[in-house]
């Protein structure tokens, strides 16, 4: 993955088009380690959710506990900007990694039947980044997960799924433990690049295809000058936000695939103001087992 951005977990310069997992250069330190595990971006209507993970050895938390770290949410980007670098800058005894889950995934999963809904999505990108850790050849002894629900059940869960490993899963972990606050910064770094950096595949012409065009013959279905707006944060009560879903819907197409169909706010806007649309189920069932068949 590219590094034009200075974000090495995101490479805005393509569309984001299916989830994808970015892991830092292996520690070299010897262990144990401990990991901690935190999430940017559960409530936003709008872009990626990103899940971050970050180790180090146990024997180097003091040394951890010096370095700035905090809730992602309290600090400003550049400070979180900066954290990230320090995250990068000691590739011996820091390691981070992160899940980015396309909203295109998540809304294929919640809107599917039966849905995956988003806290299952959350964990299965939680197992696979301590799964890829492990399997790296990390030795992990403690993992420090924010809470997702019930934090007893999750718990329980990790520690049947991952024995040998003690695992701590509790409310507002990133302000209690620093190794989970230097994840929320992986994390939050990672989705506000995506979203500063957003290119709408909708509107996206690669450099073979532009070739291939004649000028002034592309024609695209929707016009991408209705995105050039603000986006906002993403959450649904940003005001610019709430802007951008009223300014960009499309009433044939509905929203680029930035939106998250699943989430009621976008539900709601193309319910009020899009073209009806009516599903003939009967036929796409005939279609599907007439394509099986061929």
């Not at 935190?38 to 040394?63: N, T």
């Not at 290119?199 to 073979?208: L, R, T």
Request: with cysteine.
């Amino acid at each position: 993955m590219e590094e034009q951005t200075g974000i090495p977990s995101a490479d805005v310069t393509s569309p984001l088009t299916a989830s994808y997992t970015y892991h830092s250069p292996k520690p070299t330190a010897e262990g144990p380690y401990i990991l901690g595990v935190d999430e940017a971006g559960r409530g936003p209507v709008l872009g990626p959710l990103v899940y971050g993970v970050a180790y180090c050895p146990a024997s180097y938390k003091e040394d951890l506990d010096k370095l700035g770290f905090a809730d992602s949410k309290t600090l400003n980007a550049s400070t979180r900007s900066s954290l990230l670098d320090t995250l990068s800058s000691d590739p011996a005894n820091i390691g981070w990694s992160v899940r980015v889950l396309a909203p295109q995934a998540i809304s294929a999963g919640m809107l599917r039947h039966p849905p995956i809904n988003l806290n299952r999505q959350s964990e299965d990108a939680t197992i696979l980044l301590i799964r890829e850790v492990l399997e790296s050849g990390v030795k992990l002894s403690e993992v420090y997960v924010d809470a997702l629900g019930p934090p007893q059940a999750w718990e329980k869960a990790l520690s049947t799924m991952f024995p040998g490993i003690s695992f701590t899963v509790t409310a507002k972990a990133d302000s209690k433990f620093k190794i989970v606050s230097a994840a929320s910064v992986a994390a939050k770094v990672t989705r506000d690049a995506w979203i500063e950096g957003w290119m709408f595949e909708e509107a996206y012409v690669s450099e073979e295809e532009e070739e291939e065009e004649e000028e002034g013959s592309a024609e695209k279905v929707m016009d991408e000058t209705k995105w050039g707006g603000p986006i906002g944060s993403g959450y649904p009560g940003d005001p610019k936000t709430v802007a951008w879903i009223q300014s960009s819907l499309e009433p044939t197409f509905g929203f680029p695939s930035l939106a998250r169909f699943s989430w009621t706010t976008i539900k709601v806007a193309l319910e009020k103001h899009a073209h009806p649309v009516e599903w003939c189920v009967s036929l796409a069932t005939t279609l599907g087992h007439t394509l099986n068949l061929s």
